[in-house]
């Protein structure tokens, strides 16, 4: 149980152009999201916290119209990187948290990289 | 944001031993939790502790809930390959649904 998807596993794109990355709890219903980013051999870093049917609530330095965050049902959440740089470039994790628990449950990542 | 400690920031051992591992915060929570990522993979709940001086087994991994709050360990008894990987802990507090992530500690295994 508890299973999460994100699609795609990895994606290149040029700069300037936009990707979506989806996030889907499987086998339970999220009424929160998570978007992390991680660094090489770095830790993970919040960027954004995603409520069911609210705006998202980014953290400090994350901007937010550049990170597109939806959560439109209770099973899904996306997250837009609009006007890719290279700096993107990345590692994207999305977790989700069942109702009533503070457990977090990843998706396997997606690699994001921008040429 | 704030990050929790862990130690050691690396491990090399060999196949069998057991592996001890901490973490620290200057701050209490109510909640640990300890995971484990693989390269290129998205990390794995392996415990939650929820009281106090929890002991909580999960196979050959056991993980305690520090009396004061302000720390975690997990052990690993007879390591195997498959163990390889970063282990991060995590705290959380009731009413804040964000989890505040350690450091990491590296797990690699000499052959």
């Keep these: 149980g508890a299973v999460v998807s994100q699609h795609p596993s990895w994606v290149i794109c040029k700069s300037g152009t936009s990707v979506k990355i989806e996030c889907r709890s499987l086998d339970f219903q999220a009424t929160t999201m998570f978007w992390y980013r991680q660094f090489p051999k770095q830790s993970l870093m919040l960027m954004a916290t995603s409520n069911e049917g609210s705006k998202a609530t980014y953290e400090q330095g994350v901007e937010k119209d550049k990170f597109l965050i939806n959560h439109a049902s209770l099973t899904l959440s996306t997250l837009t990187v609009t006007s890719a740089h290279p700096e993107d470039s990345s590692f994207y994790i999305c977790s989700a948290r069942p109702l009533g628990n503070y457990e977090q449950y990843f998706g396997p990542g997606t690699r994001l990289t921008v040429t | ?111």
């Excluded at chain 2, 990050?3 to 001890?20: A, K, R, T």
Aim: proline share 5%; net charge negative.
């Design chain 2, 1 to 111: 944001g704030q990050q929790l400690n862990q130690s050691p920031q690396s491990m090399f051992i060999q196949e069998g031993e057991d592996v001890s591992m901490n973490c620290t915060s200057s701050s209490i929570f109510n909640t640990w939790l300890w995971y484990k990522q693989d390269p290129g993979e998205g990390p794995v709940l392996l415990i939650a502790l929820y009281k106090a001086g929890e002991l909580t087994s999960n196979g050959r991994l056991t993980a305690q809930f520090g009396i004061t709050r302000k720390d975690s360990f997990l052990n690993i008894s007879a390591s195997i390959p498959s163990d390889v990987g970063i282990y991060f802990c995590a705290g959380a507090n009731f009413g804040n649904e964000k989890l505040t992530f350690g450091t990491g500690t590296r797990l690699t295994i000499i052959p």
